[in-house]
């Protein structure tokens, strides 16, 4: 088990540095929400930046398979059947925000020069473009109930496993509630929607990497599962 727990903290750290740049650092430089004209000149003159953010999204959705993996091999003993949920959950939101990523990369083709393209005017474009990337903006918060879910499982699992600390199982499951919450303001009260809401998540990334990367994981005889 210690080789699986050590793997998912090199995942974890993957992730969260995909994650970082391809949904926050990347989007953050190149869109404007209110300016359609801005944001295709952002994505003409930084075409590599823009590339760059959906390959490190790459990286970290190729590491959220691997973690839906790890983290079922881990919980698996405490309850094989919430672990597999949480996997599904997993696994499912990485497929939604997979789909969504495609508004993201639509958005650059919409704005190149091919001939099929000019019957559009370049502001109905850019328009386009600037609405691809907000389709792609509607898909992540669709992902974040499904990804909450399944951090919120995961927390349970770790509380009550016994070979991981509590306190972990706990920075997860606030972790899960927060990516619950906050999806649900999106859509139904956008004002209260607060960023603050994903601290916790990236604060439970931060301590589960080290943990895993540093203490493993340990099962009590009792807990092995016998064919591993």
Same mark, same amino acid.
């Given at each position: 088990?210690?080789?699986?727990a /050590?793997l998912?903290?090199?995942?974890?750290?993957? $992730?969260? #540095? %995909?994650? %970082?740049?391809?949904?926050? !650092?990347? *989007?953050?430089?190149? #869109?404007?929400? +209110?300016?359609?004209?801005?944001?295709a000149?952002?994505?003409?003159? $930084?075409?590599?930046?823009? /590339?760059? %953010?959906f390959?490190?999204?790459?990286?970290?959705? @190729?590491?959220? @398979?691997?973690?839906?993996? &790890?983290?079922y091999?881990?919980?698996?003993?405490?309850?094989?059947?919430?672990?597999?949920?949480?996997?599904?959950?997993g696994?499912?939101?990485?497929?939604?925000?997979?789909?969504a990523?495609?508004? !993201?990369l639509?958005?650059?083709?919409?704005? $190149?020069?091919?001939?099929?393209?000019?019957?559009? $005017?370049?502001?109905q474009?850019?328009?386009?473009?600037?609405? +691809?990337?907000?389709?792609?903006?509607?898909?992540?918060?669709?992902?974040?109930?499904?990804y909450?879910i399944?951090?919120?499982?995961?927390?349970?699992? @770790?509380?009550?496993?016994?070979?991981?600390?509590?306190?972990?199982?706990?920075?997860?499951? @606030? &972790?899960?509630?927060?990516? #619950?919450?906050?999806?649900?303001?999106?859509?139904?009260a =956008?004002?209260y929607?607060? *960023?603050?809401?994903?601290? =916790?998540?990236?604060?439970?990334?931060?301590?589960?990497?080290?943990?895993?990367?540093?203490?493993?994981? +340990?099962? *009590?005889?009792?807990? /092995?599962?016998?064919?591993?």
């Open positions: 088990m210690a080789r699986y /050590r998912a903290g090199v995942l974890f750290l993957l $992730s969260m #540095i %995909g994650g %970082g740049i391809g949904e926050a !650092y990347v *989007p953050g430089k190149l #869109i404007v929400a +209110s300016d359609a004209a801005l944001t000149a952002n994505l003409k003159s $930084s075409d590599f930046l823009f /590339r760059f %953010g390959a490190a999204y790459l990286i970290e959705a @190729i590491c959220d @398979i691997g973690l839906a993996w &790890a983290f091999v881990l919980l698996r003993p405490v309850h094989r059947e919430l672990a597999l949920l949480a996997a599904f959950f696994l499912v939101s990485t497929a939604v925000f997979g789909f990523e495609l508004f !993201y639509a958005s650059s083709q919409l704005l $190149s020069d091919a001939g099929y393209l000019q019957s559009f $005017s370049v502001d474009r850019n328009t386009l473009a600037l609405l +691809s990337l907000k389709t792609y903006n509607l898909g992540a918060a669709a992902f974040m109930a499904l909450g399944a951090t919120l499982l995961r927390g349970y699992l @770790i509380f009550r496993s016994g070979y991981l600390p509590k306190f972990l199982g706990v920075l997860f499951a @606030i &972790a899960g509630f927060g990516f #619950i919450a906050r999806n649900f303001l999106l859509l139904l =956008p004002q929607g607060s *960023p603050f809401f994903l601290l =916790p998540m990236f604060l439970a990334g931060i301590v589960a990497t080290v943990w895993f990367l540093a203490k493993g994981v +340990s099962l *009590p005889s009792a807990a /092995r599962d016998p064919r591993h």
